[in-house]
């Protein structure tokens, strides 16, 4: 009896000990959690920051200097090319490993290897979508130029010195909450990183919901519901702008879609997404006669942040910006000659092709009337707690074919089975040397140059230069296509249906010094139709374009803080366009005693979407209502995905055909009238409100309803997320605010004999929640204001802003 609980004694303190230092499902090992001397209590960080230290470094070649301002943003001082970019891998990594880490797993499709099989579904559809096979391809172009393997290596190498002299109770928080390690970097990720940006921006695709209507409802209405230019615009590149070039020959539409778009049919809600805005005004326009550039491109906020700032000094470069965490280089900046920012294109630059495959093994498919071999690309996802997996991935000669069978991913809905995919992030491209020469550009032919270099995600450069250039370019490689080539599923037999080569760089749509003194963009159509290719079928709608072109139109004297109040502008010229056709429709006599209220408060609000409009919830609620009372009917069937029209086309049709069919419901015995859907879309926006916020009062408030916040990357907890934020700003505003997406990083730059620059994120630039600079710039943030940025031009410009000094020499 003695001897079993003796052996009783042993065994629980071994299992209890295995428990507590075990990971099971989403619990972390409690034991090493609370472990004093491993655990979370050395993520705490001090108030107090060293004034100074000194670092003995092995991948560095010459002493470099690092200047950390009071936001904590560094300064590199290095004396070549080589360490510049070394130094920005250390300190990056510094401050944002655990993100640089899971950005990159996550793209190659490696959350298994951290989570288990619950993210399964995830990384096959990363390895399908061939974002791994995309970024070997690019590094390829990267590794080829002598500049750009110099600025990937020495990055790398500065990732990993930092790595290595990591000591196992300074670990990340979240790598102690996940229970994994970092492993070492390499120049993959870099690719990795830039291919999930074009992921983010350029993925989305529509052809399957567009083939889908195409079947349903034929070419004529296809048409007339998703015409190939909307019905208002104000394009980024000047109506009526001359094309000094002598345009290319556009490929011939094939047969088989000549057929298709006459009916002769034999194969084969739009959330609004991506919103960014830039624009550059001359010095005619501003109070000091010298440009300023603005930029804040919307993405998904999180914390980390998407971006870092830093400022890099070498040899003919001294920059200042926000660089990618994972990648060297500055993304979107200045220096004191130039600036530049960017906003996503939507450029059409990924197409499906349906594939007629011999038999079930999938060894060869037909093309151009015979048949032609595939390869086979085997992807090892490694499953933590469990067998690894080998899914085989078949090529075409277009890309993956992404799913032979229906997935059971809701992200990998829009991808029709048994497509290739035709992806310009799978070529082998070079990035990294437009923002290397956008870094040490000085005038506009320097930018000009590094446009050239540049591949996706298609990107509108905006430059503005101290010499009193502007320009803006919608710029990458884009396909030479016939009209409407990718609009719907491809025939993958038809050699036509294949890319045939490629608008030249010169020819992208650009303009320089226009007469109106301004250039911007807003995610809308790049050109008029007077421009000789094509480039995509729809972009953003107008709005936010329209508002910002018309501000700029009218302003003078813009300075600094002009240019800050237009990025958050919350007017919305979509409530201009529709209200004053919807809201004499409603019948007040048929209302409840909330309803009238409601009306109340949406006729007298001023169409700014404030965070204290009550008039703003109203209008958001009752147009998406409104939206899915008028096309869910006819464009939501199980198992056929499709989308709505476009806000543009709707809107259209409320104007000028409001005896429309479309806006019978064909699911009930009635006929019901756009009268009808107006005031049954009104009655569900203020019964909803009311539902979920009570009696209507400052509880129905926009910026309540919105629900703005910044959640952490991975971990949605609190302590990890920000705080609730009220404010202003929704998706057709320039402004583009929602509940987690909007400016992720706002930038005016004031070009002149002395540069000006300023800028803000909703973050800071340490990625531990245990740090005070984790989160400290998220309020300057929320009330619109920007940060001066301290842009320094020797080692001993230091004012009183630089609280930490890294002193680093080789080892």
């Known amino acids: 009896m003695n001897k079993v609980k003796a052996l009783i004694c042993i065994i629980i303190p071994i299992l209890l000990t295995y428990a507590l230092n075990t990971k099971f499902g989403d619990t972390p090992p409690i034991a090493k959690l609370l472990n004093p001397f491993m655990g979370f209590w050395q993520n705490a960080e001090n108030d107090i920051v060293a004034s100074s230290k000194n670092l003995s470094l092995k991948g560095a070649k010459d002493n470099i200097d690092i200047f950390f301002d009071d936001k904590m943003i560094p300064h590199v001082f290095a004396k070549n090319d080589h360490d510049v970019y070394y130094a920005q891998g250390y300190?990056?990594?510094?401050?944002?490993?655990?993100?640089?880490?899971?950005?990159?797993?996550?793209?190659?499709?490696?959350?298994?290897e951290v989570v288990g099989d619950k993210a399964i579904e995830v990384d096959r559809y990363q390895r399908?979508?061939?974002?791994?096979?995309?970024?070997?391809?690019?590094?390829?172009?990267?590794m080829a130029d002598p500049k750009s393997r110099e600025m990937i290596l020495a990055y790398t190498a500065g990732i990993n010195d930092y790595i290595h002299s990591l000591k196992k109770g300074k670990l990340p928080l979240e790598y102690k909450i996940l229970d994994f390690k970092p492993e070492d970097w390499t120049p993959l990720k870099c690719a990795l990183l830039l291919k999930q940006m074009s992921a983010v921006l350029a993925m989305?695709?529509?052809?399957?919901?567009m083939t889908n209507i195409l079947k349903k409802y034929g070419p004529e209405i296809t048409k007339d519901l998703f015409?190939?230019?909307p019905f208002k615009e104000s394009p980024i590149i000047p109506v009526g702008t001359k094309w000094d070039f002598e345009p290319l020959p556009i490929p011939p539409t094939p047969k088989g879609y000549t057929e298709m778009m006459t009916g002769n049919i034999k194969t084969a809600q739009k959330i609004e997404g991506i919103g960014s805005n830039n624009w550059a005004v001359n010095g005619s326009k501003t109070e000091t006669g010298s440009p300023i550039l603005a930029n804040d491109p919307h993405l998904d906020l999180t914390l980390p942040s998407i971006w870092y700032q830093i400022q890099l000094h070498a040899p003919g470069l001294n920059s200042y910006g926000v660089s990618l965490p994972g990648a060297p280089g500055i993304i979107i900046g200045f220096n004191k000659d130039?600036?530049?920012?960017?906003?996503?294109?939507?450029?059409?630059?990924?197409?499906?092709?349906?594939?007629?495959?011999?038999d079930n093994s999938h060894n060869e498919y037909w093309y151009n009337n015979s048949w032609k071999k595939t390869t086979k690309r085997l992807e090892k996802i490694n499953i933590r707690g469990g067998a690894d997996e080998i899914d085989t991935v078949y090529y075409t000669h277009q890309g993956p074919v992404v799913y032979l069978q229906k997935a059971k991913y809701s992200r990998a809905n829009n991808v029709p089975i048994g497509n290739a995919l035709r992806w310009i992030a799978h070529d082998q491209s070079n990035e990294l040397m437009t923002f290397y020469y956008l870094n040490r550009g000085k005038n506009y032919d320097d930018y000009r140059k590094a446009l050239t270099y540049y591949t996706a995600p298609a990107q509108n450069f905006i430059f503005a230069s101290a010499a009193n250039?502007?320009?803006?370019?919608?710029?990458?490689?884009?396909?030479?296509?016939?009209?409407?080539?990718?609009k719907f599923i491809l025939d993958g037999s038809d050699s036509g249906n294949d890319w045939q080569g490629w608008i030249p760089a010169s020819q992208n749509p650009t303009v320089k010094n226009p007469k109106r003194n301004f250039v911007s963009s807003a995610n809308q159509s790049s050109t008029d139709l007077s421009y000789p290719y094509y480039i995509n079928w729809e972009f953003s709608p107008y709005e936010r374009g329209q508002r910002i072109n018309d501000k700029l139109a009218a302003m003078t004297k813009i300075n600094v803080d002009s240019m800050r109040l237009l990025q958050s502008d919350s007017y919305s010229i979509m409530a201009d366009d529709v209200l004053p056709h919807i809201l004499p429709l409603?019948?007040?006599?048929?209302?409840?005693?909330?309803?009238?209220?409601?009306?109340?408060?949406?006729?007298?609000w001023n169409k700014y979407f404030e965070a204290k409009e009550i008039g703003a919830s109203i209008f958001d609620l009752w147009t998406k209502r409104l939206s899915y009372d008028i096309w869910d009917d006819d464009f939501t069937i199980a198992d056929v995905p499709m989308r709505y029209p476009s806000r543009d086309r709707t809107i259209e049709l409320i104007r000028k055909d409001p005896n429309a069919k479309w806006f019978d419901n064909v699911k009930t015995s009635e006929t019901e009238t756009l009268v009808d859907l107006v005031n049954e879309s009104f009655k569900f926006a203020c019964d909803s409100l009311e539902r979920k916020y009570g009696p209507i009062g400052k509880n129905w408030n926009w910026g309540d309803v919105k629900g703005t916040y910044i959640p952490h990357l991975a971990i949605r907890k609190p302590g990890f997320n920000s705080k609730k934020l009220s404010i202003g700003g929704a998706k057709s505003t320039v402004n583009a605010m929602s509940e987690t997406n909007g400016p992720s990083w706002r930038m005016v730059i004031e070009l002149g004999k002395n540069v000006k620059g300023y800028g803000v994120y909703p973050g800071g630039q340490s990625g531990n929640?245990?740090?005070?600079?984790?989160?400290?710039?998220?309020?300057?943030?929320?009330?619109?204001?920007?940060?001066?940025?301290f842009f320094m031009q020797s080692p001993d410009d230091q004012s009183g802003k630089i609280i930490s000094h890294y002193k680093i020499s080789k080892k």
């Open 338 to 358: 130039i600036a530049w920012g960017v906003t996503n294109v939507a450029a059409d630059v990924l197409d499906f092709y349906q594939i007629k495959f011999k």
């Open 227 to 229: 015409p190939d230019y």
């Open 128 to 142: 399908r979508m061939g974002m791994v096979y995309g970024a070997e391809n690019s590094l390829r172009g990267m």
């Open 91 to 112: 300190v990056t990594a510094k401050h944002r490993l655990w993100q640089m880490d899971f950005q990159t797993r996550f793209a190659a499709g490696r959350l298994s």
């Open 769 to 789: 929640p245990g740090s005070k600079f984790y989160d400290n710039m998220i309020d300057t943030w929320a009330e619109g204001k920007l940060n001066q940025l």
């Open 586 to 604: 409603i019948d007040a006599s048929k209302l409840n005693a909330t309803q009238k209220e409601g009306l109340s408060y949406i006729t007298k």
């Open 204 to 209: 989305g695709s529509d052809e399957f919901y």
């Open 469 to 486: 250039d502007i320009a803006i370019t919608p710029n990458g490689k884009f396909p030479l296509k016939w009209k409407n080539q990718g």
